[in-house]
């Protein structure tokens, strides 16, 4: 019986003289977020969203189907997943829920004002 939703594991591989080393973990974290972290750029895909962080800027892409998520995994983090495209309807329905959330916490954090409590 699962006891415990933290996970930890690492391996590592030379090849042609370039050490790769891949770590997953979770931590009490139920939803799938994919990063690479190279010297020259950082790509994370979460949801829908897939991003390349890089010194001159960040360049983001909303993923629009389960091909697309895919062969976003394919070609940028060397996964070949096919399965994953089943996990589509899920994926968005998911993407979704966090743009909403998000949206809430950016409107507090723009306005930059307390919460006003109820008169007693």
Known sequence: ????????????????????????????????????????EHRTLRGREFSIARSDGIQTHVIESADGIVSTLAEHFSIDMPEVADLWPRIAARHEVILREKAVEDTYEIRDRPKKQSPR
Do not use: L, W
């Not at 042609?16 to 770590?23: F, K, L, P, R, S």
């Open 1 to 40: 019986m699962i006891c415990s939703m933290t996970g930890f594991g690492q391996g590592c591989s030379e090849v042609d003289g370039v050490v790769y080393t891949v770590e997953v973990r979770s931590v009490n974290n139920r939803y799938f977020k994919a990063q690479i972290r190279m010297p020259e």
